[in-house]
C-alpha cells in the first residue's frame, strides 16, 4: 500500500502529517520525496544504516574518436551537444541534458559514451518501528524528478509506505504521488491554501489516484469546510489550530507521542482505513 | 532598474504576503511584478491583476504515434528511457520530448508535436504591470515558463524605465527557482524559526553563494520560537549572511490574506508592517 501526502501550498502541514500517521500505520516506510528541501529526518530522528550516491547517465566524448559529424547535436532535443566543425570542437551543456542516450546511440563513429554523474543520494534507516528512506538532491542540481521517481524505486515495496510529496503542482509532485493508492492532501484554511489545493486536487484527479483532504490549523466557525463540501471534496480529518503545534513543530517534536494529539491523528487513520 | 527576489526554500514561510506588501510600500516607485511560482501562484490573490494579454506557453515536445503507420516492432519501446510508450503503444505524460523514438523509428509512424504546457500573462495592477503564468497541473518546464516571463518582465522594463523589478519565488532550490534567481540584483530569503524552516534556509542560501548571488535573510514570526531565531542569526553570522531584519508574529497577516489586500496595506501600523518597513528601508539601501 502507498499513501502519499501532498498539498499544493507548501508549509500546510505535509511532513507533520507523514511523520505521525507513519507511527501509526504498522510495517510503514517514510519516504521523503520532498528532495530539494528535505524535512522528515528533523522530525523522525532515524538513525541511519546505509547511504546510496544516484547518479544519471550523461555522454562523454572521445575526441579521437569524434569526427565532428554533427550527427549528435541533430539528434539532440535540448540542444545539449553542441558541435562546431570549424573548431572542429564538441561542447556539451550538463544542465540541459535529459540523459535520453539518443547522442550515444546514434553517434556513427562510435565515439560517445556514458559515464554516472552524481545528483544526489538517498539515505535509510529507521526509528523504532518506522523505517525511513529519503533523498537529498545535491544543491544546484535540478533532477528532482529523477531522483524522486529512483527513491521510488529502489524502497522496500513489502512496507506500508507514506510518501511526502513536495509543494506545488509540477513535475516533481506529480513523480511522487504517481502510482499511489491514495493521496492525503494537506491544506489550510486559508485562501492561499484553498487556491492551491483545488489545483493540486485537479492534479491528482487526472492521475485516477483516489484522495481526501486534511484541514490543518482548522478554525471552528469557519466555511471552509462548506466551500470543500461544496466542491464535493472528501474531508478525512481535521487538526486543530493549536498554537503548541506550532511550538512542538518549530523543535522537531513528534506529535502523537503526546497523549491530547495521538488522538487527532488515530482518527485521521480511522477514516483513512475506511477508505482504502 | 534593479531586481529584488524574494524565495526561502521551505514552502509557506510567508513569501506571498511580504512580497505583496513590499510592492504596496513601493507604490510611489514605477514598478514590474513578477508572480515566479507558476505551478501555485498567490500572488494575484493580494494584487487582483486585470489581464491584459494573454499567451499560449509550449515548454517541449511530446511524440505522437501514427498507429495506421506503426508495425509494433518494439524499437521505440526499448530505446525510451522515460517509459513513456505503453505495450500499446501509447506514449503517456512522462515523455520527454528527446525524440529518440521519433529518430529510431524505421517507419516514420511517430511524429513530434508542440506540448501545451501553460500560459501566461500581462497584467494590469494598481502597483505596476505584472508578469504572471499558470503552469498546466503536473507539467514540467516550469523553469522554462519563468524565464519567459522574466524575459517579458525585463524587456518591458527596460522599455518603461522600471525602477524595481518585484520577484515573488517559489519554494525549494530546484529548476524554477534557478529561473527566479538567475540575474537577480539580490534576493531576500523569508524564513521562519522551526528546525525545517533553518534546514531549508541552509540549502536554499548555500545554491546562492554558489551562483554569487547577493542575498539577506529576513526572519518571519522570530518570537514564535526565540530559541531558533537566535540559532539562524547564529549560523547566518558564521556563514557571513546578513540578517536584514526579524517580523514578528501578526495575526493580521493572515486577516489580510482574508481581505485579499497586502498586509501593510491594510494594517500599516501593525507590528508586522512596522517590522517591514524598516527592512526595506535597509533593502533599497543596500542596492543603491
Known amino acids: 500500500m502507498i499513501i502519499s501526502v501532498a498539498s499544493g501550498k507548501g508549509g500546510t502541514g505535509k511532513t507533520t502529517v507523514s511523520t505521525n500517521l507513519s507511527f501509526l500505520i504498522e510495517n510503514s516506510l517514510i519516504a521523503d520525496c520532498d528532495v530539494e528541501e528535505p524535512n522528515v529526518s528533523i522530525f523522525l530522528k532515524p538513525e541511519i544504516s546505509k547511504k546510496e550516491i544516484v547518479t544519471l547517465f550523461y555522454p562523454e566524448v572521445n575526441k579521437e574518436l569524434c569526427n565532428t ?18 573548431s572542429k570542437s564538441v561542447f556539451f551543456m550538463e544542465h ?34 518506522v523505517s525511513y528512506a529519503g ?17 521510488k524505486k529502489r524502497i522496500d515495496k513489502t512496507k506500508n509506505i507514506i510518501i511526502d510529496a513536495p509543494p506545488s503542482t509540477s513535475c516533481s509532485m506529480v513523480a511522487a504521488v504517481e502510482d ?26 487526472k492521475m485516477n489516484i483516489k484522495f481526501g483532504v486534511l484541514i490543518n490549523r482548522f478554525r471552528e466557525n469557519s466555511d471552509f469546510e462548506n466551500i470543500l463540501k461544496s466542491k464535493n471534496i472528501n474531508i478525512i480529518g481535521k487538526i486543530p489550530f493549536d498554537i503548541d503545534i506550532a511550538r512542538m513543530y518549530s523543535r522537531g517534536e513528534i506529535l502523537v507521542e503526546n497523549p491530547k494529539y495521538r488522538d487527532v491523528f488515530l482518527k485521521i487513520y480511522e477514516n483513512l482505513k475506511k477508505l482504502l | 532598474m534593479k ?25 510611489n516607485h514605477n514598478l514590474a511584478i513578477i508572480d515566479a511560482d507558476v505551478d501555485a501562484s498567490n500572488l494575484y490573490i493580494l494584487l487582483k491583476p486585470s489581464i491584459e494579454k494573454e499567451f499560449d506557453f509550449y515548454g517541449g515536445l511530446i511524440a505522437y504515434i501514427d498507429k495506421l503507420k506503426c508495425v509494433k516492432c518494439g524499437k521505440c519501446i526499448s530505446v525510451c528511457r522515460f517509459d513513456a510508450i505503453d505495450s500499446e503503444y501509447n506514449i503517456s505524460n512522462l515523455c520527454e520530448g528527446c525524440k529518440f523514438c521519433y529518430n529510431v523509428c524505421d517507419f516514420e509512424a511517430i511524429e513530434m508535436k508542440n506540448r501545451f504546457s501553460g500560459k501566461w500573462f500581462v497584467s494590469n495592477t494598481s ?19 519563468v524565464s519567459k516571463i522574466k524575459e517579458a518582465a525585463k524587456e518591458y522594463s527596460l522599455d518603461k524605465k522600471i525602477d524595481y523589478i518585484i520577484v515573488d519565488g517559489p519554494p525549494g532550490i530546484g529548476c ?19 528546525l525545517s524552516g533553518i534546514s531549508d534556509m541552509e540549502r536554499v542560501s548555500n545554491v546562492l553563494f554558489t551562483l554569487g548571488i547577493k542575498f539577506f535573510v529576513v526572519i518571519n514570526k522570530f518570537d ?33 490574506i482574508a481581505l485579499t489586500r497586502p498586509f501593510a496595506e491594510s494594517f500599516p501600523d501593525s507590528p508586522a508592517s512596522i517590522a517591514l518597513k524598516k527592512i526595506l528601508e535597509k533593502i533599497l539601501e543596500k542596492l543603491n
Open chain 2, 127 to 145: 502597483y505596476g504591470k505584472m508578469f504572471h503564468a499558470r503552469l498546466e497541473p503536473g507539467e514540467e518546464n516550469s523553469g522554462k515558463l
Open chain 2, 176 to 194: 524554477p527557482v534557478m529561473a527566479s534567481i538567475s540575474g537577480t540584483d539580490i534576493a531576500v530569503i523569508v524564513t521562519e524559526p522551526t
Open chain 2, 224 to 256: 514564535i520560537n526565540l530559541e531558533n531565531s537566535q540559532k539562524i542569526e547564529n549560523i547566518c553570522k558564521e556563514k557571513g549572511i546578513e540578517v536584514i531584519g526579524k517580523i514578528p508574529f501578526d495575526e493580521n497577516v493572515e486577516k489580510a
Open chain 1, 180 to 205: 499511489s493508492d491514495f493521496c492525503i492532501m494537506v491544506t489550510e484554511p486559508t485562501l492561499f491554501g484553498l487556491n492551491d489545493l483545488l489545483l493540486a486536487v485537479d492534479v491528482v484527479k
Open chain 1, 135 to 151: 533523498a537529498v538532491l545535491d544543491e544546484g542540481n535540478i533532477k528532482a524528478p529523477q531522483l524522486i521517481r529512483e527513491l
Open chain 1, 69 to 86: 559529424c554533427g550527427k549528435c547535436s541533430e539528434v539532440c532535443a535540448y540542444k545539449a551537444i553542441n558541435v562546431f566543425k570549424k
Open chain 2, 3 to 27: 531586481q529584488i527576489v524574494i524565495i526561502s526554500g521551505k514552502g509557506g514561510t510567508g513569501k506571498t504576503s511580504i512580497t505583496a506588501s513590499v510592492i504596496s510600500l513601493l507604490k
Open chain 1, 96 to 129: 540541459l541534458c535529459h540523459s535520453c542516450g539518443a547522442c550515444t546511440y546514434f553517434c556513427p563513429q562510435k565515439a560517445i559514451f556514458e559515464v554516472s554523474k552524481r545528483i544526489g543520494i538517498i539515505e535509510y534507516g529507521r526509528y523504532k518501528d
